[in-house]
């Protein structure tokens, strides 16, 4: 029989599977509570520095949407300090928990495998103090938190959903200069999770075909469910009142990066392609603004003034601003005083930053990788760049001071509009259902039961 894969996009939604009277358990077809494992950050976290980034928004946004839908959500985490409270309600339905799993502080994410025991024993604690089958689905996050799904998955007798958010042998195939590549360990790890997750979330079709090609996952368990934005709080506003409260002149060309500053998000292309642009167009100098939204993370925590220096070091320490990561509302504001948001990573799952300019009714120029195929309409709503050359990024860039800008601002609100967090609640939603069908009906063929 041909496997396919289920393709989950923003503007359908497939039907649940009909819950069956009679069938070996009493566990309903859609969740009513969901436990969320985030290891190795916390959704409360600020996005754009540390090992905060699009990974905390997508679990506390589709926690939020999945409250409202009915589903009470439970999010675990590594307690990372003294002063954090066993536990924090978000809102009605939506809960973080910290779990004591090594020293109170942070650790790099090479170090936390030794702390997955610690975790998983906090966590069965945790649901031996509820009423049995308290949880109906697990939704685990990156391959360390797959890891205690897969062992609370058997011993609570439910079903595991993983999402990877990035996949080692997929960023192994473009390591930025200066960066690492992801070791074997972790390669090891995620096929394990693969292998025994009941399904699998991809959020673009190009993942999906990454988690079949590289990791060899059946098709037919896996869901391919877009990230969305927050389209109340991104969206279009007064352009020169953005910039008059960021300090930005009304005629200056400003590109904007937002993230974390690491090799993998390639901060250092737009910062060379920003010196191209000048060779160019040598009167460009005078205008143009490079705003860098965010903190060192990962390899780049090794050299946190490594991106300044490179600056100086082409000549344009004076039109580079380095921002700390802020406030959605903020950012929002970034994003609407650009010219263009500017994302030239060497790998990316989706793109969150994409989005949310594009909502905001900016442009974006990206790296033509992973899930920036789908978050960025090429030609419409900005480009898509092969390879990172800075010559190549620099004549790009050059497009965003020419008629072009506009007719990609003008679509690009639009575009965005396709993406929404309620949407991929009712993706996540009908994973969840598919997931507790699956487990239902598998060990049981296997003579489990």
Not at 32 to 55: F, K, N
Not at 139 to 147: I, K, Q, R
Request: aromatic share 6%.
């Amino acid at each position: 029989m041909a496997r396919s894969l289920r393709t989950g996009l923003p503007s359908g939604r497939s039907s649940r599977p009909a819950w069956r009277p009679g069938s070996p358990s009493a566990r309903p077809a859609s969740p009513r509570r969901a436990a969320i494992l985030s290891v190795h950050t916390s959704p409360l976290d600020q996005p754009g520095t540390g090992d905060a980034g699009g990974m905390n928004v997508y679990v506390l946004e589709t926690a939020r949407r999945l409250a409202e839908a009915g589903v009470e959500t439970e999010i675990f985490t590594r307690a990372v300090s003294s002063g954090l409270p066993p536990s924090v309600e978000v809102e009605p339905g939506v809960t973080v928990t910290h779990l004591r799993a090594g020293p109170l502080e942070e650790l790099r994410k090479e170090d936390l495998p030794a702390q997955l025991c610690a975790f998983s024993s906090g966590l069965m604690r945790v649901e031996a103090g509820r009423p049995e089958g308290w949880f109906d689905v697990i939704h685990s996050h990156y391959w360390l938190s797959g890891h205690v799904g897969w062992l609370a998955s058997e011993r609570w007798d439910v079903p595991l959903v993983h999402t990877m958010h990035t996949m080692a042998r997929v960023k192994n195939l473009d390591i930025a200069e200066g960066d690492n590549p992801e070791p074997q360990s972790r390669v090891i790890g995620e096929q394990q999770v693969v292998d025994q997750a009941t399904r699998l979330v991809a959020n673009t079709r190009d993942e999906a075909l990454d988690l079949v090609t590289h990791y060899d996952a059946d098709p037919s368990r896996i869901d391919v469910i877009h990230p969305g934005v927050d389209l109340d709080v991104f969206r279009p506003g007064d352009r020169l009142a953005a910039r008059a409260k960021l300090g930005i002149a009304p005629d200056a060309v400003l590109l904007l990066f937002v993230g974390r500053i690491q090799p993998l998000k390639a901060p250092d292309v737009l910062l060379r392609a920003a010196a191209r642009m000048i060779e160019f167009e040598p009167g460009l100098g005078d205008r143009l603004v490079i705003a860098v939204c965010g903190g060192p993370s990962g390899s780049g925590r090794e050299h946190p003034f490594a991106l300044a220096e490179l600056a100086e070091s082409l000549g344009i320490a004076d039109i580079v601003r380095f921002e700390p990561p802020g406030t959605r509302a903020t950012l929002a504001q970034w994003y609407r005083a650009a010219d263009a948001t500017v994302v030239p990573s060497h790998s990316e799952s989706f793109g969150l930053v994409a989005v949310e300019s594009q909502a905001c009714g900016t442009p974006v120029i990206a790296a033509d990788v992973g899930g920036l195929r789908t978050a960025v309409a090429d030609g419409s709503t900005g480009l898509l760049i092969p390879g990172h050359s800075a010559d190549t990024w620099g004549r790009a860039l050059l497009r965003v001071t020419t008629g072009d800008r506009e007719d990609w601002a003008g679509q690009a609100r639009a575009h965005a509009q396709q993406f929404s967090w309620s949407t991929t609640a009712r993706g996540l939603l009908d994973s969840y259902s598919l997931a507790i069908a699956d487990h239902l009906r598998l060990p049981a063929a296997a003579g489990l039961r």
